[in-house]
């Protein structure tokens, strides 16, 4: 009799438990992601929760079919699961890594890159010795040109931005990244501000890259001197997802860099894609990686993962070519702005060593 009622108070106590747990899963289901609620607050459980879960609709963009003929895949369709790893990672204070894991090869998938399922990471493709050996530094001592900023997106707004005045979205955040880097890092820097995804006054980011790419390199041919191309987009993310970090006492964006393998999945074969070459990929992905390093040390908390794609993006007109993403649209237009001292003070420190 004694060991039945000892079972009974048992059974009270874990649906006691289970009931709560419950009632605190659903009142928060609207501030954060179940699955990571589970993690933050229940720490001490292992146990796998997805049976608890139903499928969340994060509003992403629809895919266009003529997106990959365009070369313009929708590369801000980021999948759940790594948003909620780039929350889970926000509070860092120093590098999630060793030098030895750099090598790891699985390793550099979970917590070094977010790797589009259209895609995958190779050991060919990434090798770190390779990577760390690369120079990726810029001859300053001519007063020339050596970046270009530009966008492929201008119309890449934040959420307080006037959708009337480019310079509240990524046009402005170029803008500032310009000064910095003519003012105080002494490296001459051209913003180029002409809009490839407004067709007849209206937004369409259709052929945009392809657009984009014949004034680019018209603009690189007519400044030899330039070293480095920069794209600058905004990312997009379901509505409850704020990409934030307290950077200097300051609110700021978190910044995400972009990297296109131009290799894609057919058939379960990954497959070049030979109509989209880039044939400065090593050393893209070698710039892209010193900076994710460089943002570590400095601002641990700066850089979401590196994001790799199927496609080639703007990343194939120059060798040292970045196309990085500077918060999302759940962002107020001066917590972007905020990110862009940093991310001016990486780029510097990995071009002039």
Do not use: W
Not at 60 to 75: H, I, Q, T, Y
Not at 81 to 88: F, G, T
Not at 269 to 295: E, V
């Amino acid at each position: 009799m004694q060991k039945l009622v000892e079972f009974f108070r048992l059974s009270a106590y874990s649906t006691i438990i289970s009931f709560f747990m419950l009632i605190t899963i659903f009142i928060t289901k609207n501030y954060m992601p179940y699955e990571l609620f589970l993690r933050e607050a229940l720490p001490f459980y292992k146990t796998d929760f997805k049976f608890l879960f139903t499928t969340k609709n994060y509003n992403l963009p629809n895919k266009n079919k003529n997106d990959f003929n365009n070369n313009c895949e929708v590369f801000n369709e980021i999948e759940p699961s790594d948003l909620i790893n780039d929350i889970e990672y926000k509070k860092v204070t120093k590098p999630i890594f060793d030098s030895e894991q750099l090598y790891d090869l699985t390793f550099l998938k979970n917590k070094f890159y977010s790797v589009d399922k259209k895609t995958d990471l190779t050991l060919n493709d990434f090798d770190i010795k390779k990577f760390l050996a690369a120079d990726t530094s810029i001859n300053n001592s001519t007063d020339n040109v050596k970046v270009l900023i530009f966008h492929t997106h201008s119309t890449e707004m934040y959420k307080d931005s006037d959708n009337n005045n480019m310079y509240d979205g990524v046009v402005g955040l170029g803008a500032k990244l310009a000064q910095i880097l003519n003012d105080k890092y002494k490296i001459k820097t051209l913003h180029h501000t002409k809009r490839y995804d407004i067709v007849n006054s209206k937004p369409d980011k259709r052929g945009a890259y392809e657009r984009m790419e014949t004034d680019v390199i018209k603009i690189i041919k007519a400044n030899p001197s330039i070293e480095v191309a920069i794209d600058i987009h905004r990312d997009g993310v379901a509505e409850n997802i704020h990409l934030i970090e307290n950077i200097n006492g300051k609110p700021t964006a978190k910044i995400m860099f972009v990297d296109g393998l131009c290799k894609l999945f057919r058939n379960n074969i990954l497959t070049p894609l030979n109509n989209l070459p880039n044939p400065y990929l090593d050393t893209n992905l070698a710039l892209s990686f010193k900076m994710q390093l460089k943002c570590y040390e400095l601002y641990p908390n700066l850089a979401r993962k590196i994001y790799i794609n199927a496609y080639r993006y703007s990343l194939n007109m120059l060798p040292k070519s970045l196309l990085v993403e500077v918060g999302a649209q759940t962002n107020t237009k001066q917590e972007a702005l905020n990110a862009i001292e940093p991310l001016a003070d990486v780029l510097a420190k990995v071009l002039l060593e």
